[in-house]
């Protein structure tokens, strides 16, 4: 069975930095694509970041160059460092993992299939 942890979230202000950690149990997260979605209140999900199998990621164009998605296969674990947050940026954040596809770099939530239950973040102004 396949669960995704979420963990690291909270409330920052403008400009400051969160580190989010995704631990994975029933999968080895450096076999598949994985990646970190968000979502508002009445807004879509969106993808945020995006790493496969073999380390190359893709990124929103509204986070590039702020963010930064990694993974620790020793301890199973997708990390999403968020430096220079904006107003504009709290939201829910999902840890997700696809168990069909290792080269995928899609920000559609479409191509994955396992999901966390989310952190919580918030961004004052």
């Known amino acids: 069975q396949v669960q995704l942890v979420e963990s690291g979230g909270g409330s920052v202000q403008a400009g400051g930095s969160l580190r989010l950690s995704c631990a994975a149990s029933?999968?080895?997260?450096?076999?598949?694509?994985t990646g970190w979605f968000r979502q508002a209140p009445g807004e879509a999900r969106e993808g945020v970041a995006v790493?496969?199998?073999?380390?190359?990621?893709n990124y929103a164009y509204s986070v590039k160059g702020r963010f930064t998605i990694s993974k620790d296969t020793d301890k199973n674990t997708l990390v999403l460092q968020m430096d220079s947050l904006k107003p504009e940026e709290p939201a829910m954040y999902y840890c997700a993992a696809s168990t069909r596809e290792a080269h995928i770099v899609q920000l559609s939530s479409a191509y994955y299939g396992f999901w966390g239950q989310g952190t919580q973040v918030t961004v004052s102004s």
């Open positions: 790493i496969n199998s073999l380390g190359r990621t």
């Open positions: 029933g999968i080895s997260l450096r076999a598949y694509s």
